[in-house]
């Protein structure tokens, strides 16, 4: 099975870098979706600007 997500991670990493994301941004999406890993938009929007969350204002949430 760890073949299998591996695989299927990889498959939707290439899916977002033909949407025209990142490859940071690909790996990082695909592995959560795999693996079932909540993100919260504020935890993504934190992780790709650099920003604390208390830095991002409230309309960007």
Do not use: N
């Not at 690909?26 to 959560?32: E, G, P, T, W």
């Not at 693996?35 to 969350?53: H, K, N, Q, Y």
């Amino acid at each position: 099975m760890e073949v299998e997500k591996r695989e299927e991670a990889a498959r939707r990493c290439e899916e977002y870098r033909s949407m025209g994301y990142a490859c940071s941004e690909s790996v990082f999406r695909a592995l959560a979706q795999v693996f079932d890993i909540p993100v919260s938009r504020e935890l993504f929007i934190t992780i790709w600007t650099g920003a604390p969350i208390q830095a991002i204002p409230h309309s960007a949430r």
